[in-house]
């Protein structure tokens, strides 16, 4: 199996929005941003960026149907998708970098409660540490901001 033909299913808490992403994610990562904590309303987050062709929405047509649209004012080139019926943030896509963000949490589980096939998707790096809310004791490279492009703290 080549990493092109990983794939990873996931959506909102009530099913009604759904994805998939193809191959490796061009990041993973724990993202300790204010941003992040404030939208997400979790200490840190399992982020992963997909390059656009390999994200695709999977829930019945028309997708946008399903979807609010939302935006930060400090980020408007990021645009944020919501499942109107549960509320749950489910992806977003930023223009500039023409990247899908979605979060390791909402990926479909196995029947004991894991992330189906995390061993090849799971985080490589903490990133934007320094506005952490708690340490994290573990092996994976601590970043002032995105992984080999910021200055690594622990
Ligand atoms: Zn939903
Ligand atoms: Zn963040």
Redesign the pocket.
Same mark, same amino acid.
């Given at each position: 199996m080549s990493s092109s033909d990983i794939i990873h299913t996931g959506g909102c808490f009530c099913k009604a929005v759904r994805y998939q992403v193809t191959g490796k994610p061009v990041t993973s990562a724990y993202?300790h =941003?204010t941003? =992040?904590q404030r939208l997400q309303g979790a200490a840190f987050i399992s982020?992963l960026h997909f390059s656009a062709s390999n994200f695709s929405w999977t829930h019945s047509e028309p997708h946008d149907a399903a979807l609010d649209v939302f935006e930060v004012t400090s980020k408007p080139w990021k645009k944020r998708r919501r499942c109107k019926n549960c509320g749950c943030t489910v992806a977003s896509y930023n223009s500039k970098s023409e990247l899908w963000s979605v979060w390791g949490t909402q990926f479909d589980r196995d029947e004991d409660g894991k992330i189906k096939g995390w061993d090849t998707i799971k985080p490589t790096a903490h990133i934007?540490y320094e506005t952490r809310l708690l340490d994290v004791q573990d092996d994976l490279g601590k970043w002032t901001g995105y992984e080999s492009k910021s200055e690594r703290i622990a």
């Open positions: 993202c =941003c941003l =992040c982020t934007f």
